[in-house]
């Protein structure tokens, strides 16, 4: 059984089917790759899997580590160690980058924060004072959103659309 296993899932929103009998595996410790066509249901997996609000309504069973998942609101699910990074990154107009990440960090060491934006390419002297906001482009952005899961340490990172804005 893997990290994630989705067994018969079905999700309709707005009378449509979105995922139809879904059966899969998500292991701990490899890549995943959900491939498809756009309104194939990639996001919608995702967004079920976190809990949002619209997605919660699914037939089927949903276990994390060999739990269901349906009594786990987001915040439960997010300390058990599932993260989501959002096709559109968000902003935080006033918030700087390093606030942002000290925030979020499972390790508040300063080495942390510095170190997860070196790993996406982002040099910490150009951006740790830097605001979270629409200064950035797009691909600044997605790096910001990437550090920021790095240093939540989380079990499992559902990616929706991680190419998208890559600059």
């Given at each position: 059984?893997?990290?994630?296993t989705?067994?018969?899932?079905?999700?309709?929103?707005?009378?449509?089917?979105?995922?139809?009998?879904?059966?899969?595996?998500?292991?701990?410790?490899?890549?995943h790759?959900?491939?498809?066509?756009?309104?194939?249901?990639?996001?919608?997996?995702?967004?079920?899997?976190?809990?949002?609000?619209?997605?919660?309504?699914?037939?089927?069973?949903?276990?994390?580590?060999?739990?269901?998942?349906?009594?786990?609101?987001?915040?439960?699910?997010?300390?058990?160690?599932?993260?989501?990074?959002?096709?559109?990154?968000?902003?935080?107009?006033?918030?700087?980058?390093?606030?942002?990440?000290?925030?979020?960090?499972?390790?508040?060491s300063?080495?942390?924060?510095?170190?997860?934006?070196?790993?996406?390419?982002?040099?910490?002297?150009?951006y740790?004072?830097?605001?979270?906001?629409?200064?950035?482009?797009?691909g600044?952005?997605k790096?910001?959103?990437?550090?920021?899961?790095?240093?939540?340490?989380?079990?499992?990172?559902?990616?929706?659309?991680?190419?998208?804005?890559?600059?």
């Open positions: 059984m893997g990290i994630i989705a067994h018969n899932l079905s999700l309709r929103l707005g009378g449509k089917t979105i995922l139809n009998k879904l059966n899969l595996d998500l292991w701990e410790g490899h890549v790759a959900i491939v498809g066509p756009n309104g194939a249901g990639k996001s919608s997996f995702s967004f079920t899997v976190m809990g949002l609000s619209g997605y919660r309504d699914y037939e089927g069973e949903l276990l994390y580590r060999g739990n269901p998942l349906r009594p786990l609101s987001i915040d439960e699910r997010a300390r058990q160690g599932i993260t989501l990074g959002w096709q559109e990154p968000a902003r935080f107009e006033g918030l700087s980058i390093n606030s942002f990440l000290s925030a979020a960090a499972a390790d508040k300063p080495d942390t924060v510095t170190a997860a934006l070196e790993k996406v390419g982002l040099s910490p002297d150009d740790l004072s830097r605001a979270v906001d629409r200064t950035l482009s797009g600044e952005r790096r910001v959103e990437l550090a920021s899961l790095l240093v939540m340490k989380p079990r499992i990172v559902l990616l929706d659309e991680p190419d998208s804005g890559i600059d």
